[in-house]
């Protein structure tokens, strides 16, 4: 058993779940999904997840080591019914959590490599559960605050989202712009295509939308810190700073993997949230205080890293700009502190580091 799953065995939370569900999760192989599906297990439910391979599957089922974890191989999320045949084998699952979108601004073709994959894949995955899983009872969708706000708007102190709250840009303009509007547009596009499904659809499920902020923290498993992904390399990142390296200037508001992780759970386990958008994160946060946090509390990196211009600790502690969204209440998650967060993520590459 891994350190965090013993740490989430031990969460009251997880231990008072009392009827075990049976979760199909898609992109079980993702930094987030990880932690929902150690969760999920902790509790004592049955997860199968979506993998694009056998040899990542059965590196999941060691990972896991759990008998309550199997996976199931779908390679290509934008072909119709991709889902349709291994759902079919579980009439048991009540629940979907689709994760699995691509993650990634090292690519050729926005349309192609992100836009598609996301949209259509999104598409696939619910006409798949109208089709062949019709006794699901909740889906979740993972989508994430660029769906639903602009990056100068998140990091506007003035800016209030609120429930209707989208992304301006077009699809077209999507298309061309850069990796990361494209990434964003994929997101608005993706769970707007999943609110209009069960708009027009009308499925036995009742559909919640996850929005997190940049995710960051500790990996499920130290095997993840060989291939991070991308908001895990952000904080990795600040360890590459030289003394006289200026400080990259960029935030926005961040959320801990764990309690992302929880959010996805409450979403498909709470009355409160069915049918609604929740906005996860704790904080707003600029990268240099991911520096100060690391010279604060790692003293042989204090004078390694370069200084910047540190923040106080408390600079962005009224900053809410989803303050009206109902939803975000209904989670009622008790967040991990952004330090937290932080110290925990870099402990764990610098540990692993050690061996
Ligand atoms: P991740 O570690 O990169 O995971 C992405 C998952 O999606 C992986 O399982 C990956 O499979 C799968 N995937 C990517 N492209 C795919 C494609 N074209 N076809 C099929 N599967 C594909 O990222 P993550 O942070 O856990 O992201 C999970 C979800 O959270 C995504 O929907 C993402 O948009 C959303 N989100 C993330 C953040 C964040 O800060 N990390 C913030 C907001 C929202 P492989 O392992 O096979 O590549």
Redo the contacts with the bound molecule.
């Keep these: 058993m891994s350190k965090l799953s013993r740490t989430y065995a031990k969460q009251s939370v997880y231990n008072s779940h009392i009827t075990t569900q049976s979760i199909f999760i ?8 990880q932690h929902i599906i150690l969760q999920l297990l902790a509790r004592g439910d049955k997860v199968v997840g979506q ?3 056998a040899a ?1 599957g059965d590196s999941f089922v060691k990972d896991f080591n759990n008998k309550n974890f199997s996976y199931e191989i ?1 390679k ?3 072909q119709e019914g991709a889902f349709d045949d291994v759902l079919a084998k579980h009439p048991e699952v009540t629940v979907f959590i689709h ?6 601004f090292d690519i050729e073709d926005n349309e192609r ?1 992100i836009l598609i ?2 949209i259509k ?1 999104t598409k696939n995955v619910l006409a798949s559960i109208k089709k062949s899983t019709p006794q699901i009872k909740r889906v979740v969708v ?5 769906a639903a706000a602009t990056h100068s708007e998140l990091e506007d102190p003035k800016y209030v989202g609120g429930e209707d709250s989208w992304l301006p840009t077009t699809y077209e303009e999507g298309k061309s712009a850069d990796a990361q509007s494209a ?1 964003a547009t994929s ?1 608005k596009y993706a769970e707007l295509a999943a609110w209009e499904f069960v708009k027009e659809e009308k499925p036995n499920f009742i559909l919640s939308s996850v ?6 923290g500790p990996q499920a498993f130290e095997s993840g810190l060989e291939n991070l ?4 390399a952000v904080v990795a990142n600040a360890l590459q700073l030289k003394k006289d390296d200026e400080v990259p200037i960029f935030g926005g508001v961040s959320v801990d993997v764990r309690d ?1 992780a929880l959010a996805h759970i409450y979403a498909f386990d709470k009355e409160e949230t069915a049918g609604k958008r929740l906005v996860g994160y704790n904080n707003r946060f600029l990268f240099q205080q991911v520096v100060d946090v690391i010279r604060k509390n790692f003293k042989d990196l204090t004078d390694v890293l370069p200084v910047g211009n540190p923040i106080a600790p408390d600079h962005f502690d009224t900053y809410n700009p989803f303050v009206d969204v109902e939803s975000r209440k209904a989670l009622g998650i008790d967040y991990i502190p952004f330090e937290k967060t932080i110290v925990e993520h870099i402990t764990q590459i610098l540990d692993h580091q050690k061996k």
């Design positions: 898609s992109g079980a192989t993702g930094y987030i999904a993998v694009r391979s990542k779908v290509v999320l934008e994760t699995a979108s691509p993650v990634n490599d994959p996301a894949g993972t989508s994430s605050v660029v990434y997101k929005l997190p902020g940049y995710v960051f992904n991308l908001t895990a992302i």
